[in-house]
C-alpha cells in the first residue's frame, strides 16, 4: 500500500519553463532555492522560500523553474489521505476565501514540511503516518488554507486511479483488468471517469509524463530507455507526446539539468 504522502526533490541548472503538468494528488510545492514563476488565469505569481504553492487534485500548472544564483531546487509533497470532515469544516470556519494557489504559511508550518522532509516515512506504519499527516492537516485547518487543497473528505476516483498507475507507469494496462483491480465493471469505470471529466487514456499518459520528468530529475539521461520505462516502444513516439504535453522536447529538458 502506498504511503499517505509522497515526498520528491524537484532541481534545474537553467531555466525549466513547462505547460500542463498534471496534478494527481492534492499537493504542496515549497521552493528552496531560486524562483518559480507560475501562470494562473491572466497572472504571473511568484513563488519563492517564503510561500508555498497549493495545488488540488487534477490541476494542470504551468510555470517557469528559474535557478539565480544556485540551482533552482524544490520538494514537491504529495497527500493521498483525505482529511476528517470536521478539519474541514473548521478550515472554512477560519477562512472561506476563493482558491488562490499562493500564500504565506506560518513559520510553525514551514517547519513541519522541513520534518516532513527529514522522516523515514518507509518505515512508519500507516497509522503514524495518519498520525502526522492529520496533524500537518489541522494546521491548516487552523490557517484556513486546508479547504483550498481538499475539496472533499472524500477523494477523486481519478486520484485513487493515477496513483494505482504510478506503481507500475510503464505496463500495459487494459481497462478491463483495471476496472476488475478496483472491482467496478468497465462501464462503472468509464463513466466515473466521465463524472470527473477525464478519461482512462488521458489520466495514463499524464502518469506516464509525469513519471518521465520524475526519471530525468533521477539522472537517466537515454532517452530510448526513458520511453520504454514510460510504455512506449518508440522513442520518437515519446519525444512527441512529451512535446504536446510539456511545450518543450526531452532533449531539451534534459539540457536544463547539465552544466
Known sequence: MANVIGIHSIYGLHNQ????????????????SGKKTIFWQDQELTLDSSNLLLARAQQQLTFENKPERLKFM??????????????????????????????????????????FSNLHWDELSRHSQIFWVHGFYQQLAEEGKLHLLF????????????????????????????????????????????????????????????????????????????????????????SQRFYQRFGITPKQYLKTLVE
Do not use: W
Not at 17 to 32: D, E, G, Q, T, Y
Not at 74 to 89: D, I, V
Not at 182 to 208: A, D, G
Open 151 to 238: 475539496s472533499s473528505h472524500i477523494l477523486p476516483f481519478g486520484q485513487e486511479l493515477s496513483e494505482y498507475l504510478m506503481q507500475e507507469p510503464g505496463q500495459d494496462y487494459q481497462l478491463n483488468s483495471v476496472a476488475e483491480h478496483f472491482s467496478m465493471s468497465r462501464s462503472t469505470l468509464i463513466r466515473r471517469l466521465k463524472n470527473e471529466k477525464t478519461q482512462f487514456k488521458e489520466v495514463l499518459m499524464q502518469v506516464r509524463m509525469n513519471y518521465a520528468l520524475t526519471l530525468m530529475q533521477r539522472g537517466n539521461k537515454r532517452q530510448i530507455d526513458i520511453a520504454l520505462r514510460c510504455g512506449y516502444q518508440s522513442q520518437e513516439r515519446f
Open 74 to 115: 524544490s520538494t514537491h509533497f504529495r497527500f493521498n489521505l483525505a482529511p476528517p470532515e470536521e478539519m474541514l469544516e473548521l478550515s472554512l470556519s477560519v477562512s472561506r476565501s476563493a482558491y488562490f494557489p499562493v500564500y504565506c504559511p506560518s513559520k510553525s508550518l514551514l517547519s513541519t514540511l522541513d520534518i
Open 17 to 32: 519553463k513547462l505547460r500542463n503538468v498534471a496534478v494527481h494528488s492534492p499537493s504542496i510545492f515549497l521552493v528552496r
